[in-house]
């Protein structure tokens, strides 16, 4: 994929007319759904509702855009027009009629600006466009690519599920990649909590390396995309995030402004309360607390005589109490209150075989920071409900 951009934008464009291509449905499903994650929903630009169609020899390069990010992947076709050329196909009604095609081969043909889709003993067409005026991916030029295990790329992208949602700080709408000592770290926070993961991953010359952060929605969803892949090359650049594999290259615009300096947050207290939890009880517990409607999803935890953690919930309607057998808690513990989802979402990204959490807090109104036994990369830090 090296010299995919290259190829793609390279080739020369040529009058659509006598295109033609045999391709398997699950193989040109799998890009247009990855498409559909970059394709914008609606566009006051025709073009802009199109994906571009590049056939060149029997490599098909197809590429999705909108303002913020660009999606290139290429598949292997039968030309049986024996001819190169581009033209645009529309996504929102093109991506739905290849969906529900049967599986099998698919042929598409282009004749006096129309694409013809023929299947088993059916057939469709759809008009397409010119390609001229389509975008033009950003350059590879001078990227410097680390290359990263797709486990780590995914807990990194994990923290997705703690970015904000609010538009007006849309800095931390994102996801920060940086450099934490030598080691490739990502961090999440909506300023009510913080998701820091810092990867096996050695960055070569840390000093020059260049942070940055990138939309936690979009992120998360390319990611995603990368079902096969067991290592994906990765590089940021001035104003991009790449991500490249065999077929696919991603761009994503990154944010605008300075994210927040979260180093001196995330120092773990010096004199803690200790409270050690089964994480699949707490889970089920908290799931339970939740069925109530309490403002904040507000949870207690309260340490009992026997120093297991007491787990409450109420609203104006019920109650629910229960102590999660197996936890043991230290001396010292007052009431604190949570946001139960937040729990939650912070039980959901430690990897399965992580059996027991382990709470630090210091005091009902302090940060409460949860780690996860036996895997040191990953530090959450929940601030109390007042």
Not at 154 to 162: P, S, T
Not at 204 to 226: E, L
Not at 265 to 287: C, F, H, S, W, Y
Request: net charge negative; glycine share 6%.
């Amino acid at each position: 994929m090296a010299n995919a951009i290259q190829e793609q934008t390279s080739s020369s464009v040529v009058k659509a007319d006598g295109l033609s291509f045999n391709v398997e449905h699950d193989a040109i499903m799998s890009a247009l759904t990855t498409c559909a994650k970059v394709a914008p929903k609606s566009s006051a630009i025709p073009i802009m509702k199109c994906i571009k169609f590049d056939l060149n020899s029997d490599t098909l390069f197809v590429t999705a855009t909108d303002t913020t990010q660009s999606v290139l992947l290429q598949l292997k076709v039968e030309n049986t027009g024996n001819q190169n050329g581009s033209y645009l196909f529309p996504s929102r009604e093109g991506i739905e009629l290849v969906k529900r095609l049967p599986s099998g081969t698919l042929s598409f043909s282009v004749k006096e600006a129309s694409v013809h889709i023929s299947y088993g003993k059916g057939s469709a067409s759809l008009r397409v466009l010119d390609p001229d005026e389509f975008p033009q991916l950003p350059a590879l030029q001078g990227a410097k690519f680390l290359h990263i295990p797709i486990d780590a790329l995914r807990k990194g992208a994990a923290a997705q599920r703690f970015a904000s949602t609010d538009e007006n700080t849309p800095i931390l709408c994102g996801v920060k990649i940086y450099e934490a000592e030598g080691k490739l770290g990502f961090v999440a926070t909506n300023r009510h909590r913080i998701y820091r993961y810092i990867s096996d991953v050695t960055i070569p010359d840390p000093a020059n390396f260049r942070g940055g952060a990138i939309d936690a929605i979009h992120f998360k969803s390319i990611v995603d995309s990368f079902k096969d892949a067991d290592r994906i090359a990765m590089a940021l650049s001035d104003a991009w995030l790449i991500l490249r594999d065999r077929n696919i290259v991603y761009f994503g615009r990154l944010l605008e402004g300075n994210y927040p300096n979260v180093t001196d947050v995330m120092k773990l207290p010096q004199q803690p309360i200790v409270a050690k939890i089964p994480r699949g009880p707490l889970d089920e517990t908290l799931n339970r607390m939740l069925s109530l409607e309490s403002e904040n999803h507000r949870v207690f935890f309260l340490r009992s005589d026997d120093g297991e953690l007491v787990v409450k919930s109420e609203s104006q309607t019920g109650e629910i109490v229960e102590t999660i057998e197996g936890s043991v808690v230290d001396d010292g513990l007052t009431m604190v209150k949570f946001n139960g989802r937040y729990l939650r979402d912070a039980l959901a990204v430690g990897d399965r075989d992580v059996k027991d959490v382990v709470l630090h807090m210091t005091g009902p109104s302090s940060p409460a920071y949860m780690l996860y036994d036996g895997d040191p990369s990953m530090t959450n830090v929940v601030l109390p409900v007042r």
